[in-house]
């Protein structure tokens, strides 16, 4: 019994995501950048695309959006990282001016349509820093035989590596990063060439190129699962017209089409199977393993191939709306949810660089006008201190972490909305969990229908069916399906209104028939003997339904739910990482009994969503909490949740609601999803840790005159190296 509109959507087609939230995050720069939360959709002005190329990591990004936020009249820019996707919201027409600044910033951009163009050769990728190097070696040859040649060879080997990045380092400037990672590099390496370090200022040059393309692999490894989702579409489908095939590209399709796919053939876009049965794989969308079996009418998502024979299918999505193109719009947004650490770190690293640039200037030039010290060995000590400090190692710690955190999650069929989320799910020390369709499998089936003497089964059932006509609800579709088993023929309803939390009633030949629990009737309708009955028949596990016509109790329906295959294993699972787990339900309190006593957790039963929300915020009190449900009465308790879980085949405000959904609908999911989450959260530490130290150690060593500027260079590669190294172990999880 509920509400219409409680309709329990299909495993991909509900996962509808809100608006893209564009959170402007603060810049790897110096100069200060406001932050606004503002839905990109809603935002007055034209909404305009592109693709960037040339991004290695999250702090190229925002060198794009602080390049792009200097134009005039626009209101709103996001680049999302992993999809290399920037989107600008602006009063005018104002595309030439952004292509312009980008190009100025170093980067390109390309229309979202264009084709992908084919990968560099990795010889032509690396030629630069190949190049490098043979002059690094030629270089150190000619110094091994001929101290001035050697020194004329290092400064030419410096000038060649220097351009690039001093050409960068002027564009980002014009852009409005005054204190990128190219700007520190290109100082200290012109102040090596004008104290004669010159070996040491083309070694430093190299050490940062080197750590740029590990920087940019390591990158690419992260982004590589969004990449391989998005190449899930084909470009191209077979449509049906008029009886007559015809190849046609992807991005024309509307709902309503016929489409063709062969076996083996990926699915251009949803669709809802028009062949009588076929089996589809869908692991790269949910991580399921085994081909799904799907009948006549089930909703196929976009990207899944069919596995064993030729299907026909009716087009459901429009082009961009896609159950692909959904969880793509989904990394997007979570991109911008950025963790409080990482938040913390940038806001911090806005500060610190040119806090170090200042510290630098002043090692450099205080002690010698102060002490009387030789200036070359304390301009040479400030240059090895501006290098120690560059902030690359503990600007990537974090993003680095939570990428390969959110790539790894979703190989498994978990979404996780931002680093934001992530960092909320490793704090869970409790799990709130609905009942019906979430810790059971949301199909009912009746097990007994007992009128009273004045009515029969038959008619008992063909009243209580024609009220739930239209609704989804686990219960009503196992009324009609018992309905429909005994081949009754529904009479037509009329005036169907749900009564939220206590049932639903319409007018059926012109009668009032309403169906209700019996804990939500006044107690002098129901006799002892009824009653009785049911407290037994709710002792037993099963949810009771009465039937009463024109106010007079006709009789009642028993259904009883069956536990998911996986959630004993599931609770174990959550038990053995010591969490908590609580069943929060709207069904009858012996019903929710029996259930959680089969998972030995605790329960709260005969709850409104009100009732649900006020719970969730008592036990949140206490520990932080996660709520894990799949209606539409779940979503204002997973909102006041620390964290909000919704299954995959949740109804949109469920998955709309929630900061991580499992696509795949399995309860193991979420131990998974937790261990992962803390991993992280660890791995976080540990980056920071490894960052923060090796610049301790480095400082130390630099202002004892222990270290140079090619260590110093080395330490700075080196911590970035490790950092990322340390982050990729994630995505072996």
Same mark, same amino acid.
């Given at each position: 019994?509920?509400?219409p509109?409680t309709?329990?959507t299909? /495993?991909?087609?509900?996962?509808?995501?809100?608006?893209v939230?564009?959170?402007?995050?603060?810049?790897e720069?110096g100069d200060?950048?406001?932050?606004?939360?503002?839905?990109?959709e809603?935002?007055?002005?034209?909404?305009?695309?592109?693709?960037?190329?040339?991004?290695?990591?999250?702090?190229?990004?925002?060198?794009?959006?602080n390049?792009?936020r200097?134009?005039?009249?626009?209101?709103?820019?996001?680049?999302?990282?992993? +999809?290399?996707?920037? @989107?600008?919201?602006?009063?005018?027409?104002?595309?030439?001016?952004?292509?312009?600044?980008?190009? /100025?910033a170093?980067?390109?951009?390309?229309?979202e349509?264009?084709?992908?163009?084919?990968?560099?050769?990795?010889?032509?990728?690396? =030629?630069?820093l190949?190049?490098?190097?043979?002059?690094?070696?030629?270089?150190?040859?000619?110094?091994?035989? #001929?101290?001035? &040649?050697?020194?004329?060879a &290092?400064?030419?080997?410096?000038?060649?590596?220097?351009f690039?990045i001093?050409?960068?380092?002027l *564009?980002?400037?014009? $852009?409005?990063?005054?204190?990128?990672?190219?700007?520190?590099?290109?100082v200290a390496?012109?102040?090596?060439? &004008?104290?004669?370090?010159?070996?040491?200022?083309?070694?430093?040059?190299?050490?940062?190129?080197?750590?740029?393309?590990?920087?940019?692999?390591? %990158?690419?490894?992260a982004?590589?699962g969004?990449?391989?989702?998005?190449?899930?579409?084909?470009?191209?489908?077979?449509?049906?017209?008029?009886?007559?095939?015809? $190849?046609? +590209?992807?991005?024309?399709?509307?709902?309503?089409d016929?489409?063709?796919?062969?076996?083996?053939? *990926?699915?251009?876009?949803?669709g809802?199977?028009?062949?009588p049965?076929?089996? &589809?794989?869908e692991?790269? !969308?949910?991580?399921? $393993?085994l081909?799904?079996?799907?009948?006549r009418?089930?909703?196929?998502?976009a990207?899944?191939?069919?596995?064993d024979? !030729?299907v026909?299918?009716?087009?459901?999505?429009?082009?961009?709306?896609?159950?692909?193109?959904?969880?793509l719009?989904?990394?997007?947004?979570a991109?911008?949810?950025r963790?409080?650490?990482?938040?913390f770190?940038?806001?911090?690293s806005?500060?610190?660089?040119?806090?170090?640039?200042?510290?630098?200037?002043l090692?450099?030039?205080?002690?010698?006008?102060m002490?009387?010290?030789?200036?070359?060995a304390?301009?040479?000590?400030?240059?090895?201190l !501006?290098?120690?400090?560059?902030?690359?190692?503990?600007?990537?710690?974090?993003?680095?972490?939570?990428?390969?955190?959110?790539?790894?999650?979703?190989?498994?069929?978990?979404?996780?909305?931002?680093?934001a989320?992530?960092?909320?799910?490793?704090?869970?020390?409790?799990?709130?969990?609905?009942k019906?369709?979430t810790?059971?499998?949301?199909?009912? #089936?009746?097990?007994?229908i007992?009128?009273?003497?004045?009515s029969?089964?038959? +008619?008992?059932?063909?009243? %209580?069916?024609?009220?739930?006509?239209?609704?989804?609800?686990?219960?009503?579709?196992?009324?009609l399906r018992?309905a429909?088993a005994?081949?009754?023929?529904?009479p037509?309803?009329?005036n169907?209104?749900?009564?939220?939390?206590?049932?639903i009633?319409?007018?059926?030949?012109?009668e009032?028939?309403?169906l209700?629990a019996?804990?939500?009737?006044?107690?002098n309708l129901?006799?002892?003997? =009824?009653?009785?009955?049911?407290?037994?028949?709710?002792?037993?596990?099963?949810?009771?339904?009465?039937?009463?016509?024109?106010?007079?109790?006709?009789g009642?329906i028993?259904?009883?739910?069956?536990?998911?295959?996986?959630a *004993?294993?599931?609770?174990?699972?959550l038990?053995?990482l010591g969490?908590?787990g609580?069943?929060? @339900?709207?069904?009858?309190?012996r019903?929710a009994a029996?259930?959680?006593?089969?998972l030995?957790?605790?329960?709260?039963?005969?709850?409104?969503?009100e009732?649900?929300?006020?719970?969730v915020?008592?036990l949140?009190?206490?520990a932080?909490?996660?709520?894990v449900?799949?209606?539409? #009465?779940?979503?204002?308790?997973m909102k006041a949740?620390t964290?909000?879980?919704?299954m995959?085949s949740g109804?949109?405000?469920?998955?709309?609601t929630?900061?991580a959904?499992?696509?795949h609908n399995?309860?193991?999911?979420?131990a998974?999803?937790?261990t992962l989450a *803390?991993?992280?959260q660890?791995n976080?530490?540990?980056?920071?840790?490894?960052?923060l130290?090796?610049k301790a150690i480095? =400082?130390?060593t630099?202002?004892?005159?222990?270290?140079?500027?090619?260590l110093?260079?080395?330490?700075?590669?080196?911590?970035?190296?490790?950092?990322t190294a #340390?982050?990729?172990?994630?995505?072996?999880r």
């Open positions: 019994m509920s509400p509109n309709a329990k299909p /495993q991909f087609a509900a996962l509808k995501m809100r608006p939230n564009i959170e402007t995050p603060t810049c720069c200060a950048c406001e932050t606004s939360v503002t839905p990109i809603s935002s007055e002005g034209e909404r305009y695309s592109w693709l960037v190329a040339g991004m290695d990591c999250g702090a190229c990004a925002r060198k794009v959006e390049a792009v200097q134009i005039d009249g626009v209101s709103l820019v996001q680049v999302a990282f992993a +999809t290399e996707k920037l @989107t600008v919201v602006a009063a005018s027409d104002i595309r030439q001016q952004v292509e312009k600044a980008v190009k /100025q170093g980067y390109s951009l390309k229309s349509s264009a084709p992908a163009e084919p990968a560099p050769s990795r010889l032509r990728e690396n =030629l630069p190949i190049l490098l190097m043979v002059m690094m070696s030629a270089s150190w040859l000619l110094e091994q035989f #001929n101290h001035p &040649f050697g020194q004329a &290092f400064i030419i080997t410096t000038l060649v590596g220097l690039p001093a050409r960068q380092a *564009r980002l400037m014009r $852009s409005g990063s005054w204190f990128a990672i190219e700007t520190l590099m290109s390496a012109i102040g090596a060439l &004008f104290i004669g370090a010159t070996a040491e200022a083309a070694m430093v040059l190299l050490l940062f190129l080197v750590g740029e393309r590990l920087e940019g692999w390591a %990158a690419s490894r982004r590589r969004v990449s391989a989702l998005m190449a899930l579409k084909p470009d191209t489908a077979i449509r049906i017209v008029d009886g007559k095939r015809e $190849s046609v +590209t992807a991005g024309v399709l509307r709902p309503g016929v489409i063709e796919v062969p076996a083996g053939g *990926r699915l251009p876009a949803d809802k199977l028009i062949s049965f076929a089996s &589809f794989d692991s790269a !969308l949910t991580g399921e $393993s081909p799904v079996e799907h009948a009418g089930d909703s196929i998502p990207g899944a191939t069919s596995v024979r !030729l026909t299918l009716n087009v459901v999505s429009m082009p961009g709306e896609s159950a692909i193109d959904r969880i719009k989904l990394i997007e947004e991109e911008e949810r963790a409080p650490i990482e938040r770190i940038d806001r911090f806005r500060i610190y660089t040119p806090a170090i640039m200042v510290v630098a200037l090692v450099a030039v205080v002690p010698p006008l002490l009387g010290d030789a200036w070359l304390w301009i040479y000590k400030g240059l090895t !501006l290098l120690i400090g560059c902030p690359c190692a503990l600007v990537i710690s974090t993003p680095a972490a939570i990428t390969s955190g959110l790539a790894a999650a979703s190989r498994y069929g978990a979404l996780i909305k931002g680093g989320a992530l960092e909320q799910l490793a704090s869970v020390q409790q799990l709130a969990f609905d019906t369709g810790l059971t499998e949301g199909k009912p #089936n009746v097990t007994g007992y009128p009273l003497a004045d029969s089964e038959d +008619t008992l059932l063909m009243l %209580a069916a024609a009220v739930e006509q239209g609704s989804t609800h686990p219960l009503a579709q196992a009324i018992e429909e005994r081949r009754l023929v529904l037509h309803a009329e169907q209104r749900a009564l939220v939390g206590k049932g009633e319409a007018q059926v030949n012109g009032s028939i309403r209700s019996p804990d939500k009737l006044a107690g129901l006799e002892d003997n =009824l009653l009785t009955a049911i407290r037994h028949q709710e002792n037993q596990g099963e949810t009771v339904i009465v039937v009463l016509r024109e106010g007079a109790v006709m009642s028993a259904l009883r739910d069956t536990l998911r295959e996986d *004993r294993q599931a609770i174990a699972a038990r053995e969490i908590q609580v069943m929060l @339900t709207g069904d009858n309190p019903a029996t259930i959680a006593a089969e030995k957790m605790d329960f709260r039963a005969g709850l409104l969503p009732d649900k929300v006020n719970a915020i008592a949140n009190k206490q932080p909490l996660a709520m449900g799949d209606g539409i #009465n779940d979503a204002p308790a949740a964290i909000g879980i919704a995959g109804t949109d405000v469920a998955l709309e929630a900061d959904a499992l696509t399995r309860l193991g999911g979420l998974q999803m937790i *803390r991993a992280t660890a976080i530490r540990q980056n920071i840790a490894l960052a130290g090796l480095f =400082l130390v630099t202002l004892l005159g222990m270290t140079g500027l090619w110093a260079v080395l330490a700075d590669t080196g911590a970035t190296v490790l950092v #340390n982050a990729l172990r994630l995505l072996r």
